[in-house]
């Protein structure tokens, strides 16, 4: 059975380096990087609208998440609001 699955091992690692080679730009998979990652600004907190209830009790409990330390419901929140912003003129 050991010998077995060290002929597969060597069977698979020998097409892997062979497919790689016909690459010139990957020379060792070891120590090529990945490709980098683009990080963007996180957007500002949306503002209620005045007077309209929706926004205020979001923004309400935006606000008692963040107090509690409870980011995914900040999140949330932010999201909501931008979306019920929608609805005003």
Request: hydrophobic share 40%.
């Amino acid at each position: 059975m050991a010998g077995t699955v060290a002929r597969i091992f060597v069977n698979i690692s020998s097409s892997l380096q062979l497919h790689l080679h016909s690459f010139p730009f990957v020379s060792n998979p070891r120590t090529t990087m990945a490709a980098p990652v683009h990080v963007v600004s996180p957007l500002a907190a949306p503002e209620p609208t005045p007077g309209c209830d929706v926004c205020r009790a979001l923004a309400r409990e935006r606000q008692e998440a963040a107090g509690s330390g409870n980011w995914s419901t900040v999140t949330d929140c932010n999201i909501e609001l931008r979306r019920h912003h929608r609805v005003h003129p």
